[in-house]
């Protein structure tokens, strides 16, 4: 019965002492600025991309997940006139095209796009490489800025923490070290 006990007991040792693991969850937040503004003209496109790689040396497309993610572009319009414009965000080409005639309000005051990526996360979570295109449909403006913003989860960056068992483990021996020492 004394060795059923001591195997049971090793046993149980030898299971206690494993480590959770707690993932990351890092936000992400991308600039991407023309400096100096670029200006896009009636039937042209400007193309620019986000590259998660760039800031996050451990993304993985195989291990990493970015649960949400969205972009904010900025456009102005110091010329005046009227103005249409089609921004396409990915290869599945999330397509986000205002309605009306004067999509950039006249003046320097920059107008803010914002896109949720729906159809364009699965693009962004391929590779960590975001391609943007932004097109004068009618009119001219200037691109000036836009940041992707992101919650991204990378498991490299993973914190071992122990497991309660080998915690209440730690804690039984402690106490009957201290009751030993009392007898």
């Known amino acids: 019965m004394k060795m059923f ?12 002492f494993g480590a959770a693991h707690a993932g990351v969850i890092t936000p992400v937040t ?20 986000f ?7 451990s993304y993985s497309a195989s291990s990493s997940d ?10 102005t319009d110091p010329n005046n006139g009227q ?6 965000v990915g290869n599945s080409l999330q397509v986000v095209t205002p309605n009306g005639n004067n999509h950039v309000p006249n003046g320097n005051t920059p107008k803010l796009e914002q896109i949720n990526l729906v159809a364009a996360l699965a693009d962004l979570k391929a590779d960590g490489i975001l391609n943007v295109a932004i097109s004068s449909i009618s009119g001219e403006f200037y691109f000036t800025n836009a940041v992707l913003s992101a919650q991204v989860d990378v498991p490299e960056q993973e914190n071992e923490v122990p497991e309660p068992a080998s915690l209440a483990l730690l804690g039984l021996g402690l106490l009957g070290m201290a009751a030993r020492r009392r007898g």
Do not use: M, W
Not at 33 to 39: F, K
Not at 51 to 57: F, K, N, P, R, W
Not at 83 to 88: A, D, L, Q, T, V
């Open 66 to 75: 970015i649960l949400s993610a969205y972009i904010d572009i900025y456009l």
């Open 83 to 88: 103005e249409r414009y089609s921004i396409s």
């Open 5 to 16: 006990k001591q195997v049971v007991a090793a046993l149980a040792c030898s299971l206690a």
């Open 30 to 49: 991308l600039p991407f600025d023309a400096n100096p503004d670029h200006q896009i003209v009636s039937g042209a496109t400007y193309n620019f991309s």
């Open 51 to 57: 590259d998660l790689t760039s800031i996050l040396a």
